[in-house]
């Protein structure tokens, strides 16, 4: 048997327990033909590139599968099939990754430094370009606000124009 690493997207106006059951639905379809379902993290809602079957957003669903390739493609097949999955990629993987998925990794770390809104103004990290020094920019003449422009630069002529 192969082992699969297989993503898909539901629709935005499911609720988690409608992915949660399409999530068994298809794992029962994996097993029914001699196949196994390991690891399933769900990634939650999030935001599309770009709008797919006028949606803005989905649920992102990770599953790892050691099944034969009909069991693979009888689950593709009623993917397909559903209106509540958006899209799916399956990759064929030499092993399954031992621990989460950089996906969740990523979400732990958030986590960790406390998301994105509860950052102080001054800790912005390492890309930040809001806080950077932009040195001595030297004397500037001073603005009139008398509603005169200043001195106007003649305009060139143009070639062939009388």
């Not at 806080?131 to 002529?157: K, L, Q, T």
Request: with cysteine; aromatic share 6%; hydrophobic share 30%.
């Amino acid at each position: 048997m192969a082992l699969y690493e297989h993503v898909f997207l539901a629709r935005q106006d499911l609720s988690q327990q409608q992915v949660d059951a399409l999530v068994e639905q298809y794992k029962g379809v994996i097993s029914a033909n001699g196949g196994s379902v390991g690891r399933i993290e769900n990634w939650g809602l999030k935001s599309l590139t770009y709008r797919v079957k006028k949606n803005r957003k989905a649920y992102y669903t990770l599953m790892d599968i050691n099944c034969p390739p009909a069991a693979l493609n009888e689950m593709e097949r009623q993917m397909g099939l559903s209106e509540d999955v958006l899209r799916f990629l399956t990759v064929k993987v030499e092993a399954h990754e031992e621990g989460p998925s950089a996906m969740m990794q990523k979400r732990e770390e958030r986590s960790e430094r406390g998301g994105f809104g509860d950052r102080e103004r001054g800790d912005r990290g390492p890309r930040s370009f809001g806080d950077r020094d932009r040195g001595d920019r030297g004397d500037r003449p001073p603005r009139s606000f008398d509603g005169e422009r200043g001195p106007r630069r003649p305009r060139e002529a143009v070639e062939g124009a009388e």
